[in-house]
């Protein structure tokens, strides 16, 4: 169980830290950057909302991801996609959040949400649930124990989505 914790507690902590890299991104390129109420962010799937001139947009941040815990590495290549989270709720892409910020190496990739959702449930086989993370990719994936289902998609494919944003680091 501490494992569970410990774990928990590097993820969250990787999270916070793309969260901070964002906002300063976004400050630099003078956006107005407005950080979520606890409930907005918890709930709704949103971590900041954005201002820039006349467009006003919200935002989920997602942390670079590995592969499976146990690789030392992250894989920008490949990310996750969460449909349900751990106690089986809608996860993060069908949240409230206008964009999903995907951070990569050298910067943020902004995604439309509803293009993605588009995009995901066009291409991924959720009724194909495989049984390790390394086969997951375009097929759903659930945790030993958890009511998650979560997908890998290739970051070149969603890279190609109309009206992305990409925000340099």
Not at 13 to 18: D, R, S, T, V
Not at 100 to 109: H, K, S, Y
């Amino acid at each position: 169980m501490a494992t569970n914790t410990l774990r928990k507690s590097e993820s969250f902590k990787i999270g916070e830290k793309a969260e901070s890299i964002f906002e300063k991104v976004a400050k630099k390129k003078q956006f107005k950057v407005y950080k979520a109420n606890k409930h907005q962010n918890i709930n709704q799937h949103i971590d900041f909302f954005i201002s820039c001139y006349h467009f006003n947009f919200s935002v989920d941040v997602k942390a670079r991801k590995k592969i499976s815990r146990g690789d030392s590495e992250v894989n920008d290549a490949w990310t996750w996609i969460e449909f349900k989270n751990v106690r089986g709720k809608p996860g993060w892409l069908y949240g409230k959040a206008d964009y999903i910020a995907f951070e990569r190496e050298f910067d943020f990739l902004l995604v439309n949400r509803y293009k993605l959702i588009e995009f995901c449930e066009d291409k991924i086989d959720l009724e194909n649930i495989v049984p390790s993370t390394h086969l997951a990719e375009y097929a759903a994936y659930q945790r030993k124990g958890r009511k998650d289902l979560i997908s890998r998609v290739c970051m070149d494919d969603i890279n190609k989505l109309e009206g992305n944003i990409i925000l340099e680091k």
